[in-house]
């Protein structure tokens, strides 16, 4: 009690709220200024465990992806989707979402823009073509 709503939130749901919000929360190791993903423990190239949270931009550019004609639950109204992977356009850090709607490569050809645009409890980052 008494403590900010923001602090009550665990790193996961802060990670979801930013992403709601079309934003990636980031860790930046504080040590040695590397980006990771929030859900690394601990820095990949230094390997200290303290970093500052810092939100960018969820858009980028699709590095790779693989299509997926089985459509998970949640998302029966889909006809085939995407599992995407991309490069967020502010920072070297690669995501990975999924993107609804895309059935043969033609759909999506490597560096087609995209961005975060939800985020849901069973398959993580929901993307669109930006
Ligand atoms: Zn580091």
Known sequence: MGESKSKSLSPRELFIKYAKNGEILLNQCTKCNNIVLETVYYCDKCFAKTFKQM???????????????????????????????FKLDDCDVNVSG???????????????????????????LILQKD
């Open 55 to 85: 939100p960018y931009k969820g858009k980028g550019k699709v590095v790779t992806y693989t299509i997926q004609s089985v459509v998970p639950e949640g998302f029966e109204d889909a006809n085939s989707y995407a599992w995407v992977i």
């Open 98 to 124: 999924f993107l609804p709607d895309i059935s043969s490569p033609s759909d999506l050809p490597i560096g087609t823009k995209i961005k975060v645009v939800d985020f849901h409890d069973n398959h993580g």
